[in-house]
């Protein structure tokens, strides 16, 4: 989840940072970075996906997973259709994210009606401490950094200093978050 956090809350930036010189233009990182920020909204969900799919692998059970994979397809291609038109290139990336979601949250239900999977209390009490901490690390991303446009008027030296203080204050902010809501330290560092 604070990947997907920074990656919505930085997608210009870090466009700018990486890519801003040469053919691309300011127009080219706009959109670049909406399309980021659609994708970043499936993030947790495409991990969520390579770490359930082999609870279903574990069993011999390929098949399930191979079901939901489609209707999570049908889902992406219905949504392509639907969401090109008004969105553009933005509407694909967003339509990828919901089918990842789709795809995850089946597989989910799938595995816990199954009685494969039961998340206890210490995995909602992670997912609820990851989710504030990524909260307030997106905050503090977007309150403190420069103004976003400004990324797009300066030299890749200073954009690329910037994002080094980018990457310090949203690790800093979501482990202290995160050490606040009982996480230990080491754990965060094991994580990484």
């Known amino acids: 989840m604070p990947a997907a956090a920074a990656l919505y809350g930085l997608a210009l930036p870090l466009i700018a940072t990486i890519f801003l010189r040469g053919e691309l233009t300011e127009g080219d990182t706009r959109m670049a970075a909406l399309s980021l920020q659609a994708f970043a909204v499936g993030l947790p969900a495409f991990v969520w996906v390579k770490v359930l799919a082999p ?23 219905a949504l392509n259709l639907a969401l090109f038109s008004w969105w553009g290139h933005v509407g694909l990336a967003f339509a990828t994210s919901v089918s990842g979601w789709v795809n995850a949250l089946l597989l989910l239900r ?41 990324w797009l008027s300066v030299d890749g030296w200073t954009r690329a200093l910037w994002m080094a203080g980018a990457v310090a204050l949203g690790a800093s902010s979501y482990g202290a978050v995160a050490v606040l809501l009982g996480e230990k330290p080491r754990s965060l560092l094991h994580r990484a």
């Open 110 to 150: 799938g595995l816990m009606r199954d009685g494969r999977y039961r998340p206890g209390r210490a995995f909602w009490l992670t997912c609820a401490r990851a989710m504030v901490g990524s909260a307030v690390m997106l905050v503090a991303l977007l309150w403190l950094m420069p103004e976003p446009t400004s």
């Open 55 to 77: 609870g279903y692998f574990a069993q011999q059970d390929t098949a399930t997973p191979f079901r939901i994979a489609s209707i999570a397809v049908v889902t992406n291609v």
